[in-house]
């Protein structure tokens, strides 16, 4: 299988919360990246973490990353209904990028 | 950041038939592009490595001959699906690594397909 295991798989929470999605991937990297899709359109990029950092922030969000563990986290703090969408880390190892399975994020308003 | 441009958005054709997409990168040059796949709440599956001026590298289960890739200059590659059927409606994204300080990954706007 190409991808790594992201969880969950889906995820709903109340306007305001937090939401805590993790990715784990298969390869080295060379950097890992997070996007952001709202249903039926194009990837928007949201952050991307160096090999060699192990968090950044970026207003509402924030990325961990544990090479050891071949894993990272997006955290988004203070939720909006705008936030609804599917989230997906991506694995630039080395030349390829390759996709995690993606959570989906509902955040009710 | 760079801008990777894809076209058309979104298209349908007919069962049968052949549709060509194409993906840009307008303001850096791209050695390697990449094709991917999105089925509806899927994530994105990587189909082939689109190489300027040599043959694509295809992801296993991919069949070459259904894909067509060309990637004819530094800024330009292609894919056609050749005799699209209903199974081959999907979303297809490409993108393009800039490889300068930290090589990143630019995606295009994807191209809604529908066979019909």
């Known amino acids: 299988s190409q991808q790594g295991e992201e969880d969950p798989q889906a995820l709903s929470i109340q306007e305001g919360e937090n939401a805590t999605m993790n990715c784990s991937y298969k390869t080295s990297i060379n950097n890992l990246q997070w996007y952001r899709q709202n249903s039926g359109r194009g990837l928007v990029h949201l952050i991307l973490?160096?090999?060699?950092?192990r968090e950044k922030h970026s207003g509402r969000l924030r990325v961990t990353l544990d090479t050891s563990k071949k894993s990272s986290s997006l955290l988004i703090t203070a939720s909006r209904a705008a936030d609804t969408a599917s989230y997906f880390c991506a694995n630039t190892g080395g030349f390829k990028t390759i996709f995690g399975a993606g959570t989906r994020l509902f955040v009710k308003a | 950041g760079a801008v990777v441009s894809q076209h058309p958005s979104r298209v349908i054709c007919k069962s049968g038939t052949s549709v060509k997409i194409e993906c840009r990168s307008l303001?850096?040059?791209?050695?390697?592009m990449f094709w991917y796949r999105q089925f509806p709440k899927q994530s994105l599956m990587l189909m082939a490595t689109?190489?300027?001026?040599?043959?694509?590298?295809?992801e296993q289960g991919v069949e070459k001959d259904k894909f067509l890739i060309n990637h004819a200059s530094l800024t330009l590659s292609t894919l056609t699906v050749t005799s699209a059927h209903p199974e081959d409606s999907s979303f297809y994204i490409c993108?393009?690594?800039?490889?300068?300080?930290?090589?990143?990954?630019?995606f295009g706007q994807g191209t809604r397909l529908t066979v019909v």
């Open positions: 993108s393009a690594i800039s490889s300068g300080v930290v090589t990143e990954a630019f």
């Open positions: 303001d850096f040059q791209a050695t390697t």
């Open positions: 689109s190489n300027e001026g040599s043959k694509a590298t295809y």
């Open positions: 973490i160096r090999s060699n950092e």
